[in-house]
């Protein structure tokens, strides 16, 4: 990491890729992209509940490639939104990674999300610094 935050040696293709925030509540998504942007990346994507959320993914699906994903939204939380998500994938290899965002990251339905193929959960609010080793080692791997 550099001095503010930027993705040292990061190609441009992974700068460049695209992520889909997910999250009901305005701020928490300014928030999530505001670092985002720290990070280095450049091309985000919102939607405000998991409904909303599976539209922009099917239709950018092969430019996605980071879901940030709020647990608890109305209409489709983030539960159904990742179980719907797999049945679109069945067959393919996924290529978006999804980091889950909860309060809640002890609960019995992130254990179980986790299990099922979830890549990584994180506490909210999210700490910086924390949120930048994450998503580094998430999109590193793939």
Same mark, same amino acid.
């Given at each position: 990491?550099? %001095?503010?935050?930027? #993705?040292?040696?990061? $190609?441009?293709?992974?700068?460049?890729?695209? @992520? &889909?925030?997910? =999250?009901?509540?305005?701020?928490?998504?300014?928030?999530?992209?505001?670092?985002?942007?720290?990070?280095?990346?450049?091309?985000?994507?919102?939607?405000?509940?998991?409904? %909303?959320?599976?539209? #922009?993914?099917?239709? $950018?699906?092969?430019?996605?490639?980071?879901? @940030? &994903?709020?647990? =608890?939204?109305?209409?489709?939380?983030?539960?159904?939104?990742?179980?719907?998500?797999?049945?679109?994938?069945?067959?393919?290899?996924?290529?978006?990674?999804?980091?889950?965002?909860?309060?809640?990251?002890?609960?019995?339905?992130?254990?179980?999300?986790?299990?099922?193929? &979830?890549?990584?959960?994180?506490?909210?609010?999210?700490?910086?610094?924390?949120?930048?080793?994450?998503?580094?080692?998430?999109?590193?791997?793939?």
């Amino acid at each position: 990491m550099g %001095e503010l935050g930027t #993705v040292v040696g990061a $190609h441009d293709e992974l700068c460049q890729c695209t @992520i &889909l925030v997910i =999250d009901d509540d305005d701020d928490v998504r300014d928030v999530y992209i505001s670092a985002l942007k720290l990070m280095g990346f450049r091309r985000f994507l919102e939607a405000r509940n998991g409904v %909303e959320g599976i539209k #922009v993914y099917v239709e $950018h699906i092969d430019e996605i490639r980071l879901i @940030i &994903l709020d647990l =608890d939204m109305p209409e489709m939380n983030g539960a159904a939104f990742f179980h719907e998500l797999l049945k679109i994938n069945q067959g393919h290899e996924r290529k978006a990674k999804v980091l889950l965002s909860t309060g809640r990251c002890d609960c019995p339905v992130v254990e179980r999300l986790l299990q099922e193929g &979830l890549d990584m959960a994180i506490s909210k609010p999210p700490q910086l610094e924390v949120m930048r080793k994450d998503i580094c080692e998430l999109m590193g791997s793939r």
